[in-house]
Nanobody
Framework: VQLVEPGGGLVQPGGTLRLTCEASGFTFEHYEMYWYRQAPGKEREMVATISDDSSVIDYADFAKGRFTISRDNDKSTLYLQMNTLNPEDTALYYC???????WGQGTQVTVSS
């Protein structure tokens, strides 16, 4: 199982960023997927979830209305579109599959002027 999360970076407050998670080593289309994040000095927290067929999607309260999770099963890729970013969104962002216990390196998102 491999989960690689390119796509992070530095963005100004109010800006947008799209994260990508490239999955391999398992049948991606069969798994519910998640985005998590961990800010400095804080616990890892769930950002969004998406069912295997994209029919069920859920967000943490802080993500509702600003973030959009999606997936392309043909490409074994998970996405997180983040809009109206603020400094509190600064964190390492990770993707994970249902039942997964191996974490990738994550991608750093820094929101700063």
């Amino acid at each position: 199982v491999q989960l690689v999360e390119p796509g992070g970076g530095l963005v100004q407050p109010g800006g947008t960023l799209r994260l990508t998670c490239e999955a391999s080593g398992f049948t991606f289309e069969h798994y519910e997927m998640y985005w998590y994040r961990q800010a400095p000095g804080k616990e890892r927290e769930m950002v969004a979830t998406i069912s295997d067929d994209s029919s069920v999607i859920d967000y943490a309260d802080f993500a509702k209305g600003r973030f959009t999770i999606s997936r392309d099963n043909d490409k074994s890729t998970l996405y997180l579109q983040m809009n109206t970013l603020n400094p509190e969104d600064t964190a390492l962002y990770y993707c994970q599959r249902f039942g997964g216990n191996k974490w990738g390196q994550g991608t750093q998102v820094t929101v700063s002027s």
